[in-house]
């Protein structure tokens, strides 16, 4: 049985909480980043994780600036340089291309656990972080000056500040006594890493069927990542068809246009839902990530927004330790939750209405979407506004997300 006295708790060290660690390592802060499970430190050179993610331009310049992106690009990662996106209810169709807003890519397709090792090398490397794991949090009591947290295994650390970066089913939220508010979609994601007959060309391609969108994202050595939104029954029923009948269904939904698909892997379905939490901040305590916002994976933004949300945090934390405020103190965390509103507010409205608008059965609703995506092409100085936004390079940067 341990007791031992932080500056910063970490609760959850997956890519967000581990990003936080890394963006608060320099700042001279103790910290502990305590994380349950055992995060996967090695595997086989020709096994590739089926969880991926499309980490923005925003997002790559956060990494870079922690020193950790070029460790993820050697290991593995493909850059997209062009994305098109079609209804198949009609004709509407929009391409975004890297040259339109003068980047290199539009984004990298990054295994999870690259990107989760490659952050938690870096961290390790720190003497003032120290990593608890496996230890789970089971408790929290927050006090006037430090909030006390009990562990699993018996042990009590105390902090000025606990940050949840516990997921979406955050229990630090929960034993806060913080609220939420959301729902579930009814729909899962059916994910798989699927080899085609044609090349991807580093294009990510969207096409919104009846039942959700389907995503292809480009992976190297002719790799494509599979994020394939239905309704929960038909993504279950998909995941259990075999490798055949499963790859000549995949084909028919993308009519073909990366030829046949001729190697598919395991599948898995993860059940999706709208969440945010009413507060992100209290006395002592911060949530980042999806323990305080859960999105549709429909544009690959839940993850970027939680980079966002450490670096937006930790710059936060650094400026309060110089100025020798309390870090942990009401009136500083609330700089971090007015910040972030707008960036994770505007994103999730327009997430939520992309989803209802292409779930739409209506025929005018049809005819309007797919007339605003043909329109939208067109218009060049609003689709390159849409792009530079979704490349997380727009609006009120942190430091450490400007060049
Ligand atoms: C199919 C799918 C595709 C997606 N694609 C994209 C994409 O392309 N781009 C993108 O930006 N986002 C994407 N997302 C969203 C993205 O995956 C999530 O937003 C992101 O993983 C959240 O990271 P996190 O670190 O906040 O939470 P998590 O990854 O859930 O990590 C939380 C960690 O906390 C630990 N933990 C929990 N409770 C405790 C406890 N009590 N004590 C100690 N540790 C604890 C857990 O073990 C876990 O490691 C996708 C999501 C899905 C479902």
Request: proline share 4%; with cysteine.
């Amino acid at each position: 049985m341990s007791n031992a006295e932080y500056d910063v708790v970490i609760v959850g060290a997956g890519i967000v909480g581990a990003t936080l660690a890394c963006a608060l390592a320099d700042s001279g802060l103790r910290m502990a980043l305590i994380e349950a499970r055992v995060p996967a430190r090695t595997w086989p050179a020709d096994s590739r994780d089926l969880r991926v993610s499309a980490i923005t331009p925003g997002s790559m310049r956060v990494l870079h600036a922690l020193g950790v992106w070029r460790n993820v690009v050697a290991q593995r990662a493909q850059p997209f340089h062009a994305m098109q996106v079609w209804d198949a209810t009609g004709d509407g169709a929009i391409h975004f291309d890297s040259a339109d807003i003068d980047a290199d890519s539009l984004g990298y397709i990054v295994e999870n656990r690259v990107l989760q090792h490659a952050l938690l090398e870096r961290a390790e490397r720190h003497t003032n972080i120290e990593w608890r794991c496996p230890e789970s949090v089971t408790a929290v009591e927050f006090g006037d000056a430090q909030t006390t947290v009990a562990t699993a295994a018996g042990h009590t650390l105390r902090a000025r500040l606990v940050v949840g970066a516990d997921g979406p089913d955050s229990g630090i939220r929960a034993l806060a006594g913080i609220a939420t508010h959301g729902w579930a979609y009814a729909q899962s994601a059916l994910v798989a890493n699927v080899k085609t007959a044609r090349p991807h060309q580093d294009t990510a391609g969207q096409r919104f069927l009846p039942g959700g969108p389907l995503a292809f994202l480009p992976l190297t050595d002719g790799y494509s990542a599979v994020v394939w939104t239905l309704p929960t029954a038909e993504a279950e029923r998909l995941r259990a068809l075999d490798e055949a009948a499963f790859a000549r269904e995949l084909e028919t939904a993308l009519e073909s246009r990366l030829g046949r698909v001729e190697q598919v892997g395991s599948r898995a379905c993860f059940p999706l839902r709208l969440l945010w939490a009413e507060h992100t901040v209290q006395a002592r305590l911060a949530l980042i990530g999806d323990a305080a916002h859960t999105v549709h994976p429909l544009a690959g933004q839940g993850l970027n927004l939680g980079i966002m949300d450490a670096a937006v945090l930790a710059e936060v934390i650094t400026d309060a330790r110089a100025r020798r405020k309390d870090i942990g103190a009401l009136s500083i965390l609330r700089r971090y939750e007015r910040w972030r509103k707008t960036d994770v507010l505007a994103t999730g409205a327009a997430l939520e209405g992309l989803h209802r608008l292409f779930g739409s059965s209506l025929a005018p609703v049809h005819w309007a979407r797919n007339a605003g995506l043909t329109l939208t092409d067109a218009l060049t100085p609003l689709k390159t506004l849409i792009m530079r936004h979704a490349a997380g390079v727009a609006g009120d940067l942190p430091r450490l997300a400007q060049l």
